[in-house]
């Protein structure tokens, strides 16, 4: 699971527990500028990910870390149902797609912070 806090002009994405071993990174920081949308996402955490490069893949299980399908994507799903993703710009990764505690209210809250960015 990650945890999501929107600080100023940076969005952080911080990977919870054992999730920073699985995923190999323990947080992702992009500015805000460079975030398009976010959505929630439970269809895109199934199914197959593309190339694992690094990171760990159990089906049914868990998808964390970096995987490339033509575009860097960059996961930490344990329950799809749970899963939201944010559209990059100008970032390594295309998108994040990761497992939140409040995916309806993360969504928004990105969504109301683009809506306020300069």
Known sequence: ??????????????????????????????????????????????????????????PGVITAGSFYTGQWLFFDVHDAARAIKIDLDHEHYAALIVEVA???????????ALAGRP
């Open 1 to 58: 699971m990650a945890r999501i806090e929107i600080d100023r002009q940076i969005l952080r994405v911080d990977m919870v527990g054992l999730d920073k071993i699985l995923a190999l990174k323990s947080s992702i920081e992009i500015p805000l500028a460079h975030v398009k949308g976010a959505t929630l996402a439970p269809d895109e955490a199934h199914g197959y990910h593309g190339l694992r490069f690094p990171g760990t893949y159990l």
């Open 102 to 112: 409040d995916p309806p209210g993360t969504v928004q809250a990105i969504i109301a």
